[in-house]
């Protein structure tokens, strides 16, 4: 994942910054509690893709 990418994207809901998780190969928002995919090397910012954190998942 390109790092100037990773600087400059947002949640699409409320517009907080983005946790990156390589292993899963998602961006998460701490906020709304949403880990979107990426796929081929390219982030889906959609929530309706969006998987929902479990409340016992910590985030970084």
Do not use: N, T
């Not at 959609?46 to 409340?55: H, I, N």
């Amino acid at each position: 994942m390109d790092a100037r990418l990773l600087d400059i994207l947002v949640c699409p809901l409320c517009k907080s910054a983005l946790v990156y998780r390589k292993a899963e190969q998602e961006l998460v928002c701490k906020a709304d509690r949403l880990a979107f995919p990426i796929r081929d090397g390219i982030p889906v910012m959609l929530e309706e893709d969006a998987r929902k954190l479990d409340p016992k998942e910590e985030v970084e």
